[in-house]
């Protein structure tokens, strides 16, 4: 039987366990990434905790919906059991019905098929770090290869564990700029994530600078759980794109942890430009699932519209 649960009924230590146990789980899923991410989530739970699946809702013009928060890729049901379609659909099925919308990424274990709800496909990329380095770099493509030899010629080397704070204005600075949609609270909330994960052991900190220099050129923040490395945040100096230093930061990464049972996941993208980037150091395409409903009248509709500027 599968049931739900408001936040304050959720036994986060049985939570902890099943996402610790569970063959697909991933960081995403701690109820401590969760806390962070999304405060006050809900929860789908069967069998004691043996499957769940989180419940990342909100509330607006009245309506309750269902929505992926930022810096969380991958959601959907977690289980210590085996995982069916069937098994996948009876979750989504027991989504509340005040969840009248819902947009919602799942991870890439829950395939399912439906004739009532939109199912949409999104591309991922990964690489096993299993093989050696030497292994690992043949597989880079050309390109990739032209670019960690422009950064190692420019004197960029890379520092590990710096200041997330540098990191993040670096984008701000840069890219940020462009990114209307982030604001002092999506900042925020993503250095809290940055430090809560460092307390949890559960973040990397990677920079790039120039040699002999405090100078950050580039720098990213990986997130690190059931053998995964999740590329999760990355700032840039744009003035210096010709330094490759972000392309020499993940060579760094692939090196430390070459010859080991870790896959480095790139999150993403549907974005073909970083796609092709990612798939430069050897990275393979693999695809989860979204779902999504809308079982809204039709004043709410306009209402929903409105709200996101449509």
């Not at 290869?145 to 993040?168: C, F, G, S, T, Y």
Request: include cysteine.
């Amino acid at each position: 039987m599968i049931k739900y649960l408001t936040h304050n009924q959720i036994d986060k230590e049985k939570w902890d366990e099943c996402i610790s146990l569970s063959f697909n789980g991933n960081v995403y899923a701690w109820s401590w990434y969760l806390d962070v991410v999304h405060p006050h989530w809900e929860a789908l739970v069967e069998d004691n905790y043996k499957r769940v699946m989180p419940l990342t809702g909100g509330r607006k013009f009245g309506i309750n919906y269902l929505y992926q928060p930022f810096f969380v890729q991958q959601l959907g049901v977690f289980s210590q059991k085996q995982l069916s379609s069937d098994v996948v659909s009876n979750f989504i099925a027991s989504i509340p019905s005040k969840y009248r919308f819902a947009e919602i990424r799942l991870n890439i274990h829950n395939k399912f098929d439906s004739d009532t709800l939109t199912v949409d496909c999104h591309r991922n990329v990964e690489l096993d770090l299993i093989s050696d380095y030497d292994s690992l770099y043949k597989n880079y493509n050309n390109n990739t290869k032209r670019n960690l030899a422009k950064a190692h010629a420019n004197d960029i080397v890379v520092v590990k564990q710096i200041n997330p704070e540098m990191i993040i204005n670096l984008f701000r600075n840069n890219k940020g700029k462009d990114v209307k949609h982030w604001g002092k609270k999506e900042y925020d909330r993503l250095l809290q994530l940055i430090y809560t994960a460092i307390y949890h052991d559960s973040c990397l900190l990677y920079g790039a600078v120039r040699e002999n220099s405090d100078s950050l050129v580039a720098g990213a923040v990986f997130m690190f759980s059931h053998d995964r490395i999740v590329f999760l945040f990355s700032g840039a100096d744009e003035s210096n794109t010709e330094n490759h230093a972000l392309t020499l930061v993940l060579d760094y990464v692939i090196h430390d942890f070459s010859g080991t049972q870790n896959t480095l996941d790139f999150e993403g993208s549907d974005s073909d430009s970083l796609a092709r980037f990612y798939k430069g150091f050897g990275g393979k395409e693999l695809y989860y699932n979204s779902v999504s409903f809308n079982k809204l009248n039709s004043m709410a509709k306009w209402a929903l519209r409105k709200w996101k500027g449509k």
